[in-house]
């Protein structure tokens, strides 16, 4: 079988529930740009040094394949999707994190090769976020899929400074 199915060449693109969308409709946009999040990710995990960091990369990237599954879902339901405790077990990563790892000011993004990794996938996921919002506007999304998207990159962010800290510490804009 072959990946080339020649059903795009027109400028649509099916959902995962079977309906036809142009490749510019905001959904496709949404899941778009999380598929985009989950590459950066996959990207920034082969650097990362710390295993919980690089543990915690691959959950995010099964995770995201539900968020973006679930966003391809206009009609019907999703077979996986997000959860409160999905977005609780993100909440309960970053509370470590930030007890690890005391933040004093405003961070420079990017100080070591493995926080610039996780700093891309953060704006990403920011990205990834707005679009969601956006989506949510005019049609149907699930309030657990904006809430997770808005607790990663909040993980991401402190993913990033413990990176940081293991590699010497953080650094600030006035240091």
Same mark, same amino acid.
């Given at each position: 079988?072959?990946?080339?199915?020649?059903?795009?060449?027109? =400028?649509?693109? %099916?959902?995962?529930? =079977? /309906?036809?969308?142009?490749?510019?409709?905001?959904?496709? !946009?949404?899941?778009?740009?999380?598929? !985009?999040?989950?590459? $950066?990710?996959? !990207?920034?995990?082969?650097?990362?040094?710390? $295993?919980?960091?690089?543990?915690?990369?691959?959950?995010?990237?099964?995770?995201?394949?539900?968020?973006? %599954?679930?966003?391809?879902?206009?009609? %019907?339901?999703?077979?996986?999707?997000?959860?409160?405790?999905? &977005?609780?077990?993100?909440?309960?990563?970053?509370?470590?994190?930030?007890? /690890?790892?005391?933040?004093?000011?405003?961070?420079?993004?990017?100080?070591?090769?493995?926080?610039?990794?996780?700093?891309?996938?953060?704006?990403?996921?920011?990205?990834? &976020?707005?679009?969601?919002?956006?989506?949510?506007?005019?049609?149907?999304?699930? =309030?657990?899929?904006?809430?997770?998207?808005?607790?990663?990159?909040?993980?991401?962010?402190?993913?990033?400074?413990? !990176? &940081?800290?293991?590699?010497?510490?953080?650094?600030?804009?006035?240091?």
């Amino acid at each position: 079988m072959s990946i080339v199915t020649r059903t795009g060449d027109e =400028g649509m693109t %099916g959902l995962w529930s =079977g /309906e036809r969308v142009r490749k510019e409709d905001p959904r496709v !946009e949404a899941y778009g740009t999380v598929d !985009e999040l989950d590459s $950066v990710i996959g !990207e920034a995990k082969h650097w990362l040094k710390r $295993v919980d960091c690089r543990r915690i990369a691959d959950e995010l990237q099964r995770d995201l394949y539900r968020v973006a %599954g679930q966003l391809a879902t206009r009609t %019907g339901s999703f077979s996986k999707p997000m959860t409160d405790a999905d &977005e609780a077990r993100l909440a309960s990563y970053v509370a470590a994190f930030e007890d /690890e790892i005391p933040l004093t000011g405003f961070v420079v993004p990017g100080s070591t090769l493995q926080s610039a990794k996780l700093d891309v996938a953060r704006t990403v996921c920011r990205r990834a &976020e707005r679009r969601i919002v956006a989506l949510s506007r005019d049609a149907d999304v699930p =309030g657990q899929v904006v809430r997770y998207v808005n607790r990663l990159s909040d993980l991401l962010f402190m993913m990033a400074r413990a !990176e &940081e800290a293991s590699d010497g510490g953080v650094r600030y804009v006035r240091d």
